[in-house]
């Protein structure tokens, strides 16, 4: 299985699946601050122009979401085994797809990388991701996981954004949703999620935020 990586939220969710599964893969970095994602050969992969991504035989899979319910299912392993836990588990797993995610994604964008500081913006996408947690604290006050007693891909999504909350919510990071911090927690203790994390040792990619940068990751803006 070819694994297209760069080491940000949505592809360290896959990262973190993959390696509980224990699946052997090709890492394949696509170095997004340089605007490898916007290649032909990577297009041809994903017409989305982003990462993750994987060809697990002759099946091509785009959407980090989509990736989790592809591996889940072939692998029969990390869903939700009743009728009822499997229904929780997918309306949580597209909670997060739906909603945690790109709020996330827009709070980031708004508080660290717009050229002006739109104070409108930034109190939306802020206030819609703080809103989202309290949602799941609410569940994960009353539920082990978020799709009963077992650990799914429910809550593996939900590592991949709130392993990095801290960058949105500042230093406090999860501390006002203690039950979501709890999951999260314990995912990041995981031989598995240590190994995902690891992954981005093995590769050297840009760091530098800069105008190459802005043009790879919002090249829709670049003529404003």
Avoid: C
């Avoid at 997060?96 to 827009?106: A, K, N, V």
């Avoid at 960058?167 to 031989?191: M, N």
């Avoid at 994390?197 to 990751?217: C, N, S, V, W």
Wanted: neutral net charge; aromatic residues 10%.
């Amino acid at each position: 299985m070819k694994f297209y990586f760069h080491p940000s939220p949505n592809p360290l969710k896959v990262a973190l699946l993959i390696e509980e599964l224990g699946l052997p893969y090709e890492l394949i970095a696509v170095d997004t601050f340089k605007g490898e994602q916007h290649t032909p050969e990577f297009r041809a992969i994903n017409p989305n122009a982003k990462v993750p991504a994987i060809v697990d035989g002759n099946v091509t899979v785009f959407d980090s979401q989509a990736i989790l319910l592809h591996l889940a299912a072939r692998h029969e392993r990390f869903v939700a085994r009743n009728a009822a836990d499997h229904g929780a588990m997918l309306s949580w797993l597209m909670f997060i797809g739906t909603g945690l995610s790109p709020f996330s994604g827009q709070a980031v964008h708004f508080l660290h990388h717009a050229p002006e500081a739109i104070a409108y913006a930034r109190n939306r996408y802020l206030k819609e991701v703080e809103r989202h947690y309290r949602v799941l604290d609410e569940r994960l006050a009353v539920s082990k996981y978020l799709a009963g007693d077992e650990y799914t891909i429910a809550d593996i999504a939900l590592w991949g954004w709130a392993n990095f909350a801290g960058y949105i919510l500042g230093e406090k990071g999860l501390s006002d949703y203690p039950h979501v911090k709890r999951v999260v927690d314990e995912i990041s203790a995981r031989p598995a999620a240590v190994r995902a994390q690891a992954l981005k040792e093995k590769l050297t990619l840009k760091a530098d935020f800069d105008e190459e940068t802005r043009r790879a990751l919002f090249p829709q803006n670049a003529a404003l």
